[in-house]
T-cell receptor, first 110, second 112 residues
């Protein structure tokens, strides 16, 4: 079965700083999903990447998929307190059957 | 508004007392799923349903039951809850060609 490892597990940054979260898969990635979760709440879909080299942006959040490395990275530019939460990557052939990473807890200090 | 609803949002119960967590979606989605979330383990799929009367086990189905009698509802049943089922539970739905799953707000269950 596919396993996803996220790094770092937690991250504390000062407001305005840039940051990167990585998601590495044990198998070839056919689809990589990024979600954001506020503590104790549901998951909000951010973006989905399908092709190697694909890059997508949502406001100040950019995600890339490196198929050869079986890895995706999520980059936040000029972080704000509203970016705080848990970021989860999920992988699978479709949105219906996803394996998730254990998450990265992001704290942004004002 | 398109949404997935779960009830209850919080539940504290005792070992062995049967309980049901309801899940309902208003988007006419064929696919529905249950996950549990535990610290350090991320989200793990419990059961999923491809359509009415079609259900299948996910990664951690032991101790759980589900039913899909109607398209919009997908209840999660714990016949005899145990403390190791203390967790945060999420229901999700999507359409066959959907690129994202819509998640409910979560149900925090504590079994003492």
């Amino acid at each position: 079965s596919q396993e996803l490892e996220q790094s770092p597990q937690s991250l504390i940054v000062q407001e305005g700083k840039n940051l990167t979260i990585n998601c590495t898969s044990s198998k070839t990635l056919y689809g990589l999903y990024w979600y954001k979760q506020k503590y104790g709440e549901g998951l909000i879909f951010l973006m989905m990447l399908q092709k190697g080299g694909e890059e997508k942006s949502h406001e100040k959040i950019t995600a890339k998929l490196d198929e050869k490395k079986q890895q995706s990275s999520l980059h936040i530019t000029a972080s704000q307190p509203s970016h705080a939460g848990i970021y989860l990557c999920g992988a699978g052939g479709s949105a219906r059957q996803l394996t998730f990473g254990s998450g990265t807890q992001l704290t942004v200090l004002p | 508004e398109a949404q997935v609803t779960q009830n209850p949002r919080y539940l504290i119960t005792v070992t062995g007392k049967k309980l049901t967590v309801t899940c309902s979606q208003n988007m006419n989605h064929e696919y529905m799923s249950w996950y549990r979330q535990d610290p350090g383990l991320g989200l793990r799929q419990i059961y999923y349903s491809m359509n009415v009367e079609v259900t299948d086990k996910g990664d951690v189905p032991e101790g759980y039951k589900v039913s899909r009698k109607e398209k919009r509802n997908f209840p999660l049943i714990l016949e005899s809850p145990s403390p190791n089922q203390t967790s945060l539970y999420f229901c999700a739905s999507s359409s066959p060609g959907g690129r994202e799953q819509y998640f409910g707000p979560g149900t925090r269950l504590t079994v003492t």
